[in-house]
């Protein structure tokens, strides 16, 4: 949908914190809050994980989401202020995010398919360390990285397991994916690479008996996967929206200074 209601019916969805629980308390005080699914536009109150919950929770019901921060860091959340909802919700300024589609394969051919808009992660499930093989768009790119495993992160996602494992934060917008190494041994300088988000990205596991892996794509989690494919799915959008002075460029500028 366009984000056009010049009077949005506005839905409520909280973290189990409890300043998240305050602030719905605050809000329901305030505002005729309606049913998710009778609503324009859903107001999402905690940190960057509810917004995540809230996307695939509701992601059916193609609503935008308004997330405003009761949470820790909060990058994709806007400032929490009760008064002027209604209005700032309509002023708000929208950004499409699409997700990465992760079909990953078994050692007996079948496949699963999941959805991430943070990150699919093909991580380590035993003592070993991982060996995959790296490709993008057909091409190997790296023979063999020995380590704990891989990211590929979305713009939105950047600010979470990606930026805990180094890896750079993308602006939204930025049509780039983050690919990015988790404690690599060999080779261990490297420290990953940004691609285009129309890359198809192909992590294969070269010892799949002796070292499993185990893939995850933001809480879908599968297990003894010889190989994993990533690539963005355009054909499943959700819109999130900002206030017009809502600073998340000027953050991400500064957490890349950061000690």
């Not at 079948?110 to 699919?120: Q, T, W």
């Not at 057909?138 to 950047?158: F, H, P, Q, Y």
């Not at 010889?226 to 500064?254: C, G, M, N, P, Y």
Request: net charge negative; charged share 20%; proline share 5%.
């Amino acid at each position: 949908m366009s984000w056009v209601a010049s009077k949005p019916r506005i839905a409520c969805v909280a973290s189990s914190s409890a300043q998240a629980r305050a602030a719905k308390a605050e809000l329901v005080d305030r505002y005729d809050l309606v049913h998710p699914g009778d609503c324009d536009v859903i107001v999402a109150l905690g940190g960057d994980g509810l917004l995540l919950h809230t996307i695939h929770e509701h992601f059916q019901l193609d609503r935008p989401i308004f997330g405003m921060n009761r949470g820790t860091v909060g990058f994709l959340m806007n400032q929490y202020r009760p008064e002027g909802l209604v209005e700032r919700v309509a002023a708000a300024t929208p950004i499409v995010v699409h997700p990465l589609r992760m079909t990953a394969t078994y050692a007996d051919g079948s496949v699963s398919h999941a959805r991430a808009f943070n990150e699919v992660v093909v991580i380590r499930s035993s003592v070993h360390s991982a060996n995959i093989r790296l490709s993008i768009d057909g091409a190997e790119r790296m023979a063999k990285l020995v380590g704990d495993g891989l990211i590929v992160a979305t713009a939105a996602g950047s600010t979470a397991y990606n930026l805990s494992a180094h890896g750079p934060i993308i602006p939204l917008g930025s049509n780039l994916l983050a690919v990015t190494p988790v404690s690599p041994f060999r080779p261990r300088q490297w420290k990953g690479a940004l691609v285009p988000h129309t890359a198809e990205i192909v992590l294969e596991n070269l010892d799949a008996d002796k070292r499993p892996l185990a893939a995850t794509a933001d809480f879908h989690e599968l297990f003894n996967v010889v190989a994993v494919t990533v690539r963005e799915d355009t054909s499943a959008t959700v819109q999130l929206l900002f206030d017009a002075d809502h600073s998340l460029e000027e953050r991400i500028i500064a957490e890349q200074f950061l000690g």
